[in-house]
């Protein structure tokens, strides 16, 4: 499975932005998708993820602001991030896996590139 993220760039405070990541193949049977996002100097961290049933879940610093969502009819998942802080900038990473929902970014099995994402205050 190969990800492709798209949709990053430069926004102002409180502004807002729509990720999308395209998988190369079917992965709504199973697959749980996941955003983490890494900030300079930083370690990854756990955004949101999505079930294959469309469970939701967020991380604290994100949730309200955040909405992941999915089409498996296109094989995509998408970030709606409105709010914007400059604490949001990172780039930000689409992951898969085979199973459910984790947290983790070790349980992931396939990543894409990353698409940077910048906040102005």
């Known amino acids: 499975v190969q990800l492709v993220e798209s949709g990053g760039g430069l926004e102002q405070a409180g502004g807002s932005l729509r990720l999308s990541c395209a998988a190369s193949?079917?992965?709504?049977?199973?697959?749980?998708m996941a955003w983490f996002r890494q900030a300079p100097g930083k370690d990854r961290e756990f955004v949101s993820a999505?079930?294959?049933?469309?469970?939701?879940y967020y991380a604290d610093s994100v949730k309200g602001r955040f909405t992941i969502s999915r089409d498996n009819a296109k094989n995509t998942v998408y970030l709606q991030m409105n709010s914007l802080k400059p604490e949001d900038t990172a780039v930000y990473y689409c992951?898969?896996?085979?199973?459910?929902?984790?947290?983790?970014?070790?349980?992931?099995?396939?990543w894409g590139q990353g698409t940077q994402v910048t906040v102005s205050s």
């Open positions: 992951a898969a896996r085979g199973s459910g929902v984790s947290n983790d970014e070790r349980d992931y099995n396939y």
């Open positions: 193949e079917r992965t709504s049977s199973t697959f749980a």
């Open positions: 999505i079930n294959w049933n469309i469970r939701t």
